[in-house]
């Protein structure tokens, strides 16, 4: 027997099954098929082939019991979440497709949305942890990430474990057991485990297979999720879910969005966490805005041929730079020297990327040379856009990090970080040959 609800409570569903439909032909669909119509159907605006946006706060409910309703699935009240669109800072419409279709990507159950990088890995922090909790992370971080561990975090009682990204299962282990001991002390837990792998800038990997070993062995999986830092590499040559970990955290401002023309965020991962970030994400805000979730999906449609074409060129580039006299090294995936680095690389990826350092012969003095004279490429931190860029580390994007840190991890003051776009390959080289000819 059925139970008889009332069809007033039930409301009215956004989404057919139609527009979920992932297989054709007995198989699954591939995401770059699934980019240009998964999660929206034209019928419900008018037509449109393309998503309207919509600029709302609000939505109007069907009748008084189908409100209750949202609200006891936005609250928690009733298992499942929302059934329905309630209001502008928990969900809408171009947000809901953007989010569907990002979990896609890397295989995720479900996605969230934020209005930048930064925001999402915050949100993400502070819904894992309390008081007297002990994070445990890979070095480098992005500075701004690793800033909000060591002082942000830890004006709420929560203090971190780090360890190089390349660490080995025994040295893992180690760190597993000192965080435990340190958590113990403060009265609290592990209750996070944070990666950033391929690291910003060095392109360091750490081995999220090992990181998961480590992790089970230690702590309940339930409650201290992997999650990790997946711009550099992701979506395109990297699924860490694959490989054991729970929660994927991009920049969407990087390769996902493309264009250099947007800043968002977004965590995919199992639903079990995603839910207490959401809860904590309706509670404070920070989702993306309608107009840069729209934008998301148009970039979604070409992000497969753009990381393609950039990494083709990377290739082509490093080639040329890791023969030039004024080139000291790179740190490129598709060169690697370490070979447990390699290994990782092996395990882990299936691209080389689009990003990467060059270590110039000398300091900063020839580093600033380089990039004052760099014509095609544009001197900008970011990366990921259609556009080439370069930057310096050591006295840009990473500035705060204390010198001592930076010598540690690598961030040295004659390194050069590089995001190659999708002009013409042999016009890159000509600018960076002529470029090098200033130094
Ligand atoms: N993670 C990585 C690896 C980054 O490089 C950046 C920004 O450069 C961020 C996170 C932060 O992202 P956003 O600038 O979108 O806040």
């Known amino acids: 027997m059925t139970d008889a609800i009332d069809p007033v409570d039930q409301p009215t569903p956004r989404r057919k099954p139609k527009e979920l439909i992932t297989t ?24 449109s082939l393309k998503p309207p946006i919509f600029l709302t706060s609000t939505f109007a409910f069907e ?27 928990f969900n809408a419409p171009n947000q809901e497709i953007l989010e569907d279709r990002l979990a896609i990507w890397d295989g995720a159950e479900e996605a969230l949305s934020f209005s930048s990088g930064m925001t999402a890995i915050a949100i993400l922090m502070l819904a894992a942890c309390k008081a007297g909790d002990v994070i445990v992370h890979s070095g480098p971080l992005y500075a701004a990430s690793e800033g909000f561990v060591a002082k942000i975090m830890a004006k709420y009682g929560v203090t971190y474990v780090d360890f190089p990204a390349g660490a080995t299962p025994e040295q893992l282990d180690e760190v597993m057991r000192k965080a435990k001991a340190q958590a113990e002390a403060q009265g609290g837990e592990v209750p996070l485990i944070y990666l950033e792998s391929p690291g910003n800038p060095t392109n360091a990997l750490v081995d999220v297979e090992a990181v998961k070993t480590a992790r089970d062995a230690h702590f309940d999986p339930d409650r201290c999720p992997i999650a990790i830092d997946n711009t550099f590499l992701g979506p395109l040559w990297q699924r860490p879910l694959d ?20 800043v968002a965020g977004s965590v995919s991962g199992k639903k079990r966490f995603i839910d207490a970030i959401r809860a904590l994400r309706n509670t404070m805000g920070g989702i993306a805005d309608p107009n840069t979730a729209w934008m998301l999906l148009r970039s979604l449609e070409t992000v497969e041929l753009r990381m393609e074409r950039a990494g083709q060129n990377a290739e082509r580039v490093c080639a040329f730079l890791s023969q030039h006299p004024k080139v000291e090294g790179l740190g490129y995936l598709g060169m690697i020297k370490d070979p447990r680095q390699q290994d990782i690389y092996n395990r882990h990826c299936t691209g080389a990327g689009s990003t990467f350092s060059v270590f110039i012969k000398g300091g900063e003095a020839e580093c600033f040379r380089f990039l004052d004279a760099l014509k095609v490429a544009k001197l900008a931190v970011s990366l990921g856009g259609t556009e080439t860029l370069a930057s310096h580390p050591a006295s840009m994007t990473h500035l705060s990090v204390p010198d001592e840190r930076k010598a540690a991890l690598g961030i040295t003051d004659n390194l050069v970080r590089i995001s190659i776009g999708i002009e013409d390959p042999d016009d890159l080289i000509a600018d960076f040959d002529q470029a090098l000819a200033k130094v």
């Open 63 to 89: 009748n008084a019991a189908a409100g209750k309703r949202h609200f006891e699935g936005i609250t928690g009240k009733r298992a499942g979440g929302a059934e329905g669109l309630v209001y502008s800072r």
């Open 24 to 47: 054709i032909g007995g198989r699954p669909m591939k995401p770059s098929t699934l980019m240009m119509g998964y999660g929206y159907d034209p019928v419900l605006s008018e037509g």
């Open 243 to 262: 490989q054991g970990a729970d929660l994927v955290v991009y920049s969407l401002t990087k390769y996902v969005g493309g264009h250099s023309d947007l």
